[in-house]
């Protein structure tokens, strides 16, 4: 492996990843500060690339030029685009990320392609649905992480990283409920809804009856099965390789503060001050590490 950039300007890709990070994800960029500095700037390389593709729905007006942004990714990853990449930083930053740790490019690819659901207001049908979403795009990145922190071995606990990236994602997607309705979409399954008789019609309005309550209750519960399914995995996950999982210590604390007397979605957002993340993550680093 070979640490040392070909171009001259890809330290400048690699500091623009991180900067998108800390402004548009700063939970992994705080998880990031906790792990080892060698390999902290293709950790942001690798999320700055799943926060671009997650953000494709917000900067387009309608799903085909959706469309052709994500195809321009997978050209991307596969050696295949148009132009000279090296012009997109994060582009620049993720090639020359896989290409250090020799990353699968399906795994990335099929991040993009679950990204595209993102695109359309089809309601999400059913929780395997959901889950394999949420497999696609937040357990995938954990395995991804974990390759780099391996430095492009194997980082084994594939089924910690499963669980857990589901239950990242789906407290992630309850967390960003209120701006999801306001653009006319739900990740809440069908299925959920029906069983507690609540509607999308509700959650799209803003409007938090028991029946819809009962329904994120579920959600919330299926998340935190997932979760203490995937830590239960984690001694298969090789030491090296667990601070990839910081990021995943603050599903609890935030399901908690979803699980207030006073919570309602759509009334303020749910987060946690700045100094408590940070001191979850420091002692998950000592415990992990």
Not at 114 to 137: H, I, K, N, S, V
Not at 164 to 188: E, F, I, K, N, S
Not at 235 to 263: C, H, I, S, T
Request: charged share 25%; glycine share 6%; net charge negative.
């Amino acid at each position: 492996m070979n640490d040392e950039p070909a171009d001259p300007r890809l330290p400048l890709a690699y500091a623009h990843c991180e900067q998108v990070l800390r402004e548009g994800d700063f939970d992994r960029w705080l998880a990031c500060l906790f792990v080892p500095a060698e390999r902290r700037k293709y950790l942001h390389a690798l999320y700055a690339f799943s926060l671009d593709v997650a953000r494709i729905r917000e900067i387009v007006s309608d799903p085909m030029p959706g469309e052709i942004r994500y195809q321009w990714w997978r050209d991307a990853i596969e050696g295949e685009a148009r132009g000279d990449t090296s012009a997109h930083p994060v582009a620049a930053a993720l090639l020359d990320t896989i290409a250090t740790f020799r990353l699968p490019h399906e795994a990335l690819t099929n991040i993009v392609d679950a990204r595209t659901f993102d695109l359309y207001d089809d309601p999400m049908p059913g929780l395997r649905q959901l889950e394999g979403y949420c497999g696609e795009t937040s357990s995938a990145l954990l395995r991804l992480a974990g390759i780099v922190l391996m430095g492009g071995e194997d980082p084994g606990g594939a089924d910690a990283a499963g669980h857990c990236g589901v239950a990242y994602a789906m407290t992630g997607l309850l967390r960003a409920l209120p701006w999801h309705a306001a653009r006319g979409q739900t990740y809440v399954p069908e299925e959920i809804l029906r069983r507690h008789e609540a509607s999308h019609d509700d959650l799209l309005a803003g409007r938090y009856p028991p029946a819809v309550a009962a329904a994120l209750a579920e959600m919330r519960e299926l998340a935190r099965a997932h979760l203490q399914k995937g830590l239960a995995d984690l001694g298969n996950v090789r030491p090296q390789a667990r601070a990839a999982f910081l990021p995943v210590m603050l599903v609890e604390p935030y399901l908690k503060r979803m699980e207030r007397w006073d919570y309602n979605p759509f009334r303020e957002p749910v987060d946690l001050p700045q100094w408590r993340r940070q001191w979850i993550l420091w002692r998950a680093s000592k415990r992990l590490g």
